[in-house]
């Protein structure tokens, strides 16, 4: 194939598509689809695995420390475990401006307090009310899934593809991963999906208010707005550059607070080696005894170095900003298969959220243009994700079976 142009906006009909939802009934409803699918999935998972307790969704461990500010929520805790992200995200939603004393309950509190926007968004829905986070914080999770499915539908329909594709969403990464548990990596997969609909339309607003938010959600929000400023300067539009370059203004001043309120401290097990070391190392010592997990573990590490390797193929294979914003992200995953721990890539759920951005750019700007190469990251992922499912699956069905 040959070059891609990537425009599949005009400024004037951008105007037009993205007026809040107005004419928007089909990216509305594969929106609303994504967002049900996952509500429902979670009743059931909740009703079948932890006996109606919502609050295993954060994935507590016996081995943290709760709270006692919020001991008489009754969250579920899985025994014998550390438990997983979520969990934090959801003390710092009780506490967001560490006026509470929660932050010795948290792994550490700089990383964790720089990824603000999804406990923010949450406290600042239930009014600061401890009774009421928890639901704001499951809404705001599914916020998020609405918004991708309903974005992506639309960057999709603007390139000629069928409205459906958008549930392409659902099988995300994140998304897969957000079924078992919350990670606030939603946000910023949601919020990719937001830019390819802004950047394409020339919105400028709107573009810098997403740029800004996904900062705030994780720090890869940057690799996002130094592939679009890249793509700016090549252009030689540097006041435009200068401009978008100020959304990390936010996330700057949000966290010289946070690291002035809280001790830096260094996640354990990251360090320099020469990339691709740990992902080769992580194939060599398997995770797990389970020969058919192993084997579908290795297919998604395999789809993870594919996605770097594709992100290289389209800095000459792509043209418009994605030429440059797919590139960063790929520069991105090179830099992780160098630092980040062995566990990271053992653990599908850690290396598949990391370049959940990546995967799902590469497929929304490929599969238009019928290069199927570009869904293999994703699809290698939902394998791997898709068995941990099926065991959700074959509780819910014993379940239902039973009460039936």
Known sequence: MGTVTHNPFSWKRGYVLLSPFRGRGKAVAVGVMCAAVVLGWWALMVYSSYGGNWTALYCTGSRSTIPAALKAENTYIFPDSWGYDGQFYHFIAHDPWLTRGLLPSVDNPPLRWRRILVSALAWTLALGQDAWIDPAFYLIALVFV??????????????????????????????????????????????????????????????????????????????????????????????????????????????????????????????????????????????????????????????????????????????????????????????????????????????????????????AEGLPRRDWLAGAPMAATALRLGLTHAAHLLRIVRALHAGG
Do not use: K, N
């Open 146 to 363: 609405f918004l991708g499915g309903y974005w992506l539908t639309t960057y999709f329909e603007a390139r000629g593809s069928p409205s459906w594709w958008g549930l392409l969403f659902l099988l995300s990464p994140t998304t897969l991963i957000l079924l078992d548990r919350i990670v606030v990596d939603i946000a910023v997969t949601a919020l990719c999906c937001g830019f390819l609909v802004y950047a394409g339309a020339g919105q400028r607003g709107a573009l810098w208010g997403v740029l800004a938010a996904s900062i705030l959600a994780r720090e890869s929000g940057l690799v996002l707005l130094a592939g679009w400023c890249l793509w700016l300067i090549a252009r030689r539009e540097y006041r435009r550059a200068a401009f978008f370059a100020a959304a990390a203004a936010p996330a700057g001043i949000w966290w010289l607070w946070v690291a002035r309120h809280t001790s830096y401290s260094v996640m354990p097990g990251w360090s320099s080696s020469l990339p691709p070391m740990r992902l080769i190392q992580a194939l060599q010592r398997p995770f797990g005894e389970d020969r058919l997990v192993q084997a579908f573990d290795s297919l998604a590490i395999a789809g993870s170095l594919l996605a770097v390797a594709l992100a290289a193929r389209a800095a000459w294979r792509v043209r418009g900003y994605l030429r440059f914003v797919i590139p960063a992200f790929g520069v991105f995953g090179l830099a992780l298969t160098g630092t980040a721990p062995v566990d990271v890539f053992q653990d599908v759920f850690s290396h598949a959220r990391l370049l959940s951005p990546l995967t799902l750019l590469l497929a």
